[in-house]
């Protein structure tokens, strides 16, 4: 496969300098949380996915973001690497045996009083859109403790899926994890009807630790992005990998193993996409 070598080098300059963007929130964090996910993708396995997400609360904000994802941030801001060439050109990379760590949560939810905004990037690109804040709440008259913490619940339908929470009156942030905000108090348990997505808070900062610390999310994570719905935020993901092919041929370039393995894919996906068990089942 042979690609103009201006065009590649302009590709990966794009590329290495939207992941080396250093201009983060100077938000003062005043609450800082971590929730476990234990989720089930995939309808044909018990099996759960886990990952650890972290929820930072601001005065007017939370930023909600996996923790992989974070630290893939970190990685790749600290190990950038630029050679000069002999032709005045310029070679952007990472340090030797750097690992830059993966996950399939690359997306930031910013939660506020007015509104839920998601954050996700396809392609070069970072896409948007914004949801009301969860006003359905229904609060039962019951209790329990989790982790030492005294807990009410609430119940709500949300995006196609009954759910239980739990959340603590004592701390007094009206956020939690995902879009999952508008309690009377901090979410710390909340789980669907069928027991296939649960998250649970498990870990916390104490107030003398987060003294002057500052919300340590980038900026390029949620800044300059362009506004569309949930819906057609979705459908330029999945197109992502089939436009491959077609970029690549624009330019002249001949990539016929290239474009098999976006067809296996594309098929594996419409597979799986049989037994897709998506925490959100509707738009």
Not at 11 to 19: A, E, H
Not at 30 to 53: M, N, S
Not at 197 to 214: A, H, I, M, N, Y
Not at 216 to 226: D, E, G, L, P, V
Request: aromatic share 10%.
């Amino acid at each position: 496969m042979h690609i103009n070598k201006k065009l590649f080098q302009l590709l990966i300059l794009l590329f290495i300098s939207f992941s080396f963007t250093q201009s983060y929130a100077q938000d003062t964090i005043v609450g800082e949380f971590t929730y476990l996910l234990k989720a089930k993708f995939d309808l044909r396995t018990d099996y759960r996915d886990q990952e650890l997400f972290s929820l930072q609360i601001t005065d007017n904000h939370a930023f909600f973001a996996s923790v992989i994802s974070l630290k893939g941030d970190s990685v790749m801001a600290n190990s950038g690497t630029s050679t000069k060439n002999s032709d005045g050109s310029i070679t952007l990379g990472w340090k030797k045996g750097v690992v830059i760590p993966k996950t399939d949560f690359n997306f930031t939810i910013i939660q506020s009083n007015d509104n839920i905004q998601y954050f996700d990037s396809v392609g070069m690109s970072l896409l948007t859109y914004k949801e009301p804040v969860i006003k359905n709440w229904k609060l039962i008259d019951e209790t329990k403790i989790i982790n030492t913490i005294n807990c009410k619940k609430a119940e709500v339908t949300f995006k196609g899926r009954n759910w239980i929470a739990w959340y603590s009156p004592e701390i007094p942030f009206p956020y939690g994890p995902m879009k999952f905000s508008g309690l009377p108090g901090l979410i710390i348990k909340i789980t669907d009807d069928k027991g296939d997505f649960d998250f649970e808070l498990v870990k916390s900062v104490s107030d003398t630790q987060l003294k002057g610390k500052l919300v340590n999310i980038k900026k390029s994570r949620y800044t300059n992005a362009i506004e569309t719905t949930q819906a057609k935020l979705r459908q330029a993901q999945k197109n992502a990998d089939a436009n491959a092919a077609g970029v690549l041929a624009s330019y002249g370039t001949t990539i016929i193993k290239g474009q098999e393995m976006i067809r296996e894919r594309e098929k594996a996906r419409e597979e799986n996409k049989k037994y897709a068990n998506p925490l959100e089942l509707e738009n």
